[in-house]
Nanobody, 121 residues
Framework: VQLQACGGGLVQPGGSLRLSCAASGLTFGRYAMGWYRQAPGKERELVAAISGGGNTYYADSVKGRFTISRDNATNTVYLQMNSLKPEDTAVYYC????????????????WGQGTLVTVSS
């Protein structure tokens, strides 16, 4: 299984970015997907998760600003990030697991490399 995340970069506060994670080597529609982040000096935390059927879960800190979605035809999961704040600065990772609750718990079987998001003026 390979998960390839991209789309990070430098953005000003209030701006937007869209992260993508392309998955291969798995039956994508059968897997829940998650986006996590880790800021310097902090523990990794779940940002958002989506089940194979499209159910979603968001961390309180991003509700109303971030949207997770998936395209099962292209084996890709997205994270649309709007109204970005400096505290959103982190390395963002995508992950996959057969269980939605496992993704929410942060113990997914498969992890991609991170993509850095920096929110700064």
């Amino acid at each position: 299984v390979q998960l390839q995340a991209c789309g990070g970069g430098l953005v000003q506060p209030g701006g937007s970015l869209r992260l993508s994670c392309a998955a291969s080597g798995l039956t994508f529609g059968r897997y829940a997907m998650g986006w996590y982040r880790q800021a310097p000096g902090k523990e990794r935390e779940l940002v958002a998760a989506i089940s194979g059927g499209g159910n979603t879960y968001y961390a309180d800190s991003v509700k109303g600003r971030f949207t997770i979605s998936r395209d099962n035809a292209t084996n890709t999961v997205y994270l649309q990030m709007n109204s970005l704040k400096p505290e959103d600065t982190a390395v963002y990772y995508c992950a996959a697991d057969r269980g939605f609750s496992t993704v929410v718990a942060g113990t997914s079987d498969y992890w991609g490399q991170g993509t850095l998001v920096t929110v700064s003026s």
